[in-house]
């Protein structure tokens, strides 16, 4: 509601709510602006279930938006290519903001995700990450598959490979001569007094991306 002070001035007005007066207060300055007799409209009531009704819909339709911003800042591994491929070479098409998101909501231990990235050596493709926690740093690479056969888009459907190290400050995963992962191997041993067998790291395998995506 915008009233000019020529409008104020010359009108006797009525108003549903107090609020409006207020709204008039501040929007005109007192020392420059007669206010003439303002009558409010007391017929205008609302019960209470009413202003119920009108709380419950404010509250839903928060909750919606709220709902929608957490859907964006994850994603459905079945469903969303989160790679695809150009030529000889495999771009990553999902924020890395958003795949940490995922993994963090999927794993309450999760504090961090690190070395989010694409490779792809001849028809292996997969999708790497490191997951921080209070004890520990464990690699994974899952297997990206296409999202329909000849499709250069690829899912995060496939088998997933991690790495636990025992006594290793660094793990890494093996492969063979065309990319496939077959294995893992401990790059730098702890030099904790407590550890005093040999440093390794075991490896894990998953037929699908085993919770840590869903």
């Known amino acids: 509601m915008r009233l000019n002070a020529f409008a104020v001035k010359r009108k006797k007005l009525t108003f549903d709510t107090a609020s409006d007066i207020q709204y008039l207060k501040k929007y005109f300055s007192t020392d420059r602006v007669f206010f003439p007799k303002i009558r409010i409209n007391r017929k205008k009531k ?7 009704m009108k ?75 490191e997951t921080v926690t209070e004890s520990k740093t464990i690699p994974y690479a899952i297997r990206l598959v296409p999202i329909k056969s000849g499709s250069p888009k690829l899912l995060a459907t496939g088998t997933t490979h991690s790495c636990t190290g025992h006594c290793c400050e660094s793990c890494t995963f093996t492969k063979t001569g065309s990319g496939e992962i077959t294995g893992c191997w401990c790059q730098r041993a702890a030099i904790t007094p407590g550890c005093q067998t040999e440093a390794r790291c075991d490896h894990s395998l998953s037929m699908s991306s085993g919770g840590i995506l869903e």
């Open 55 to 129: 709380t419950n819909l404010f509250l839903f339709v928060l909750s919606l938006v709220f709902t929608s911003c957490i859907a964006q800042e994850k994603f459905d591994p079945k469903s969303t290519p989160v790679a695809k491929i150009e030529g000889d070479a495999i771009v990553l098409t999902v924020e890395e903001e958003i795949i940490a998101n995922s993994v963090k909501a999927a794993n309450d231990d999760v504090m961090n995700v690190l070395n989010i990235r694409v490779e792809k050596t001849n028809e292996f493709s997969y999708l790497l990450f």
């Open 46 to 52: 609302y019960s209470l279930n009413y202003l119920i």
